[in-house]
């Protein structure tokens, strides 16, 4: 089994800055793509940045210049820098990682439990 566990963010200003953290642990081999969403009330979820084993990122047009997304391979562990904050980037943000699981290929997707950020104006 493989799980993923957020941590940080919180209630900030707008213009201020937070930073998520996701850490996978269990049965990994490898990990391929690590990714943050969010979900806004009353919103579906969307993808905010993601990470591939290979680093290549993407963005959401909406934070393209404000976030930064990063991994530490050998803690599988990816980040999320959030910077200069605004109130439309309220929302509970979900980590999810998706990789091998053992060495015949299995793979997973797990998503994490979530964390509330909150951006006062």
């Known amino acids: 089994q493989v799980q993923v566990v957020e941590s940080g963010g919180g209630l900030v200003q707008a213009g201020g800055s937070l930073r998520l953290s996701c850490e996978a642990s269990g049965n990994i081999v490898s990990i391929e793509y690590m990714g943050w969403y969010r979900q806004a009330p009353g919103k579906q979820r969307e993808l905010v940045a993601s990470i591939t084993s290979g680093a290549n990122t993407d963005y959401v047009d909406s934070v393209k210049g404000r976030f930064t997304i990063s991994r530490d391979s050998a803690e599988n562990t990816v980040y999320l820098q959030m910077n200069s904050l605004k109130p439309e980037d309220t929302a509970v943000y979900y980590c999810?990682?998706?990789?091998?699981?053992?060495?015949?290929?299995?793979?997973?997707?797990?998503w994490g439990r979530g964390k509330q950020v909150t951006v006062s104006s």
């Open positions: 999810k990682v998706g990789g091998k699981s053992n060495e015949w290929g299995d793979r997973f997707d797990c």
